[in-house]
């Protein structure tokens, strides 16, 4: 049982996919860093940080990265039928707990990574502290204006970070759980995709639920409201993976 347990998660991480969605997030946060602003500290990290989440092009796409790690890779084990041999050795609940606890990871890896890179940068080539000179009034009525004189400028690095993490594992895991209820994997891939536009716009006025607004934090006024969010999120998404071998099971 360890032993499949250490192998899925090396597997999460040691696959093509994986490393190709990273590059690409990395790209695209680490370019609207380079190109938004002067890097010769002349201007507020913030302003940097608003080019990265907000002109960086990524916001749109941000599902479809982390469902390339592993979250397909069910399709694979069921065409093949090795997922027989998997539940020969152990129950699909089983089975179902660790491989969503490997796709998770991956997938909130693949962009958590990026994302503290990306916050670094800002601060390394920006002025952090509450935004003055030209940049000055530039938080107002935003929540990290709040974050950053009450806790810091760590605690918005760390909460986007966080964020970016919660928003990966549970991308992955939708995408892991098309590939469970259809076994396709083109399925798998874009029916994630599909799925968070949609709610990008069907929850526009809701944007404790939009799945874009708790990405960015911000726009929802709490981090940790947010975090809780993608939390149920990450809940429900099991619930239906579990559903779903449960089913791959009981049809042989």
């Known amino acids: 049982m360890d032993g499949f347990f250490l192998k899925d998660v090396k597997r999460s991480f040691l696959n093509l996919g994986f490393f190709i969605g990273m590059a690409v997030v990395a790209v695209l946060l680490l370019a609207a860093v380079v190109t938004g602003a002067p890097l010769n500290r002349t201007r507020s990290s913030y302003y940097i940080l608003t080019n990265v989440f907000a ?7 941000a599902a479809v990265f982390p469902v390339l790690a592993y979250g397909t890779s069910f399709c ?9 041999m998997i539940f020969a050795r152990m129950s ?5 707990k660790i491989r969503i606890f490997t796709v998770a990871l991956s997938g ?18 920006g002025v952090p502290g509450v935004p003055q000179a030209s940049d000055q009034g530039l938080l107002d009525g935003n929540i990290m204006f709040t974050y950053i004189t009450k806790y810091g400028d760590w605690y918005v690095a760390v909460g986007k970070t966080v964020l970016g993490f919660l928003f990966g594992c549970v991308w992955a895991l939708v995408g892991f759980a098309f590939a469970v209820w ?12 599909v799925l968070y536009e949609s709610l990008w716009i069907a929850l526009d006025k ?4 939009n799945p874009i607004r708790l990405l ?5 006024g709490s981090y940790p409201l947010a975090a809780g969010m993608e939390c149920i999120y990450l809940i429900v998404v099991s619930a239906v993976i579990l559903a779903g071998l449960m089913r791959r099971y009981r049809n042989g």
């Open 216 to 220: 960015r934090g911000e726009d929802v």
């Open 182 to 193: 259809t076994a396709n994997r083109y399925v798998a891939l874009i029916a994630p995709f």
């Open 92 to 96: 699909p609940v089983r089975f179902g």
């Open 108 to 125: 909130g890896v693949m962009l958590a990574v990026p994302i503290a890179l990306s916050c670094a940068a800002a601060y390394i080539f």
């Open 206 to 209: 809701m944007p404790y639920l």
């Open 55 to 61: 002109a960086s092009g990524f916001g749109p796409f």
């Open 76 to 84: 694979e084990e069921y065409q093949s039928g090795y997922y027989r």
